[in-house]
């Protein structure tokens, strides 16, 4: 008799929690170290919302940040 397999979601993948924390971190230290966004070519496609943008991909950062960076790091 086969022993059942334990399906795991991808998003309880642990190498997926990583890479994502380090682009939520790099896009975090963009923000600090001062890079022009208006500049991408995402807002110069849509120039009245490419500032918006960007700053939800800031808030999404930080918010992914807060709440997956306590579970790598205690586990």
């Known amino acids: 008799m086969r022993s059942p397999r334990v399906l795991q979601s991808f998003l309880e993948d642990r190498t997926l ?22 500049e991408f070519p995402l807002a ?10 960007h700053k939800y991909g800031l808030y999404i950062s930080l918010g992914y940040v807060v709440l997956f960076a306590p579970e790598i790091l205690l586990s």
């Open 17 to 38: 929690i990583l890479i994502c924390m380090l682009l939520a971190s790099f896009r975090i230290y963009l923000e600090i170290a001062g890079v022009n966004f208006a």
């Open 44 to 53: 110069k496609k849509f120039p009245a919302q490419g500032e918006k943008i």
